[in-house]
């Protein structure tokens, strides 16, 4: 069973502060590796997009992934209020690299 | 681009009945597919269609659900007969290639009473 696990939270951090999100799979053969986000009500949208052990920063946003531990990370910087919302670590699962199975989410809530 | 398009957004029905979903992916997409969200689960993939023909359909709960895509530009999910633990929010969502960006459409929020 491919699974990935994430802390359901709620992670509260007041504005300003840098949130950190984790998450770790169970299949050795992922290639890919996501997050999304996705504000109450809506549906989710891609925000950082990951392949290769390592750091990769786009604005604020920081995706850090270790294959040999099977771990990802989304670091977010300088938090703010419009942050609020459930992030959700997905993972391709099959060696085509075309389906992601996805953790059930961190809610994040940032106050002011 | 209109993005992906669901219908209906908020469907509410009676155990027993037959509910169908609908989708229509963005134009040039080849890949569709259909999760479900709750609470419990999360985001659960049902099954997913390439150049209109079903993939990988292992996630389908059981043989109540059932998923087509005629063509290019639209796909189904029926649930008959629907029972109380099919509520869920039902997405579509699709992709141009192998990609990790998939486009969700708003979503059927269904409830089954």
């Known amino acids: 069973q491919k699974e990935v696990e994430q802390n359901s939270g709620p992670l509260s951090v007041p504005e300003g502060a840098i949130a950190s999100l984790n998450c770790t799979y169970s299949d050795r053969g992922s290639q890919s590796f996501f997050w999304y986000r996705q504000y109450s009500g809506k549906s989710p949208e891609l925000i950082m997009s990951i392949y290769s052990n390592g750091d990769k920063e786009d604005g604020r946003f920081t995706a850090q992934l270790n294959k040999a531990s099977q771990y990802v990370s989304l670091l977010i910087r300088d938090s703010q209020p419009s942050d609020s919302a459930t992030y959700l670590c997905?993972?391709?699962?099959?060696?085509?690299?075309?389906?992601?199975?996805f953790g059930k989410g961190t809610t994040l809530s940032v106050s002011s | 681009d209109a993005g992906v398009i669901q219908s209906p957004r908020h469907e509410v029905t009676e155990m027993g009945q037959e509910v169908t979903l609908r989708c229509k992916p963005i134009s040039g997409h080849d890949y569709l597919f259909w999760y479900r969200q709750t609470m419990m689960r999360g985001l659960e993939l049902l099954i997913y269609f390439n150049n209109n023909v079903p993939i990988d359909d292992s996630g389908m709960p059981e043989d109540r659900f059932s998923a087509k895509m005629p063509n290019a530009s639209f796909s189904t999910l029926k649930i008959q007969p629907s029972e109380p633990r099919d509520s869920a929010v039902y997405f579509c969502?699709?992709?141009?290639?192998?990609?990790?960006?998939?486009?969700f459409g708003e979503g059927s929020r269904l409830t089954v009473l």
């Open positions: 997905a993972v391709t699962y099959n060696q085509a690299g075309t389906a992601l199975i």
């Open positions: 969502a699709s992709v141009r290639g192998i990609s990790g960006e998939l486009f």
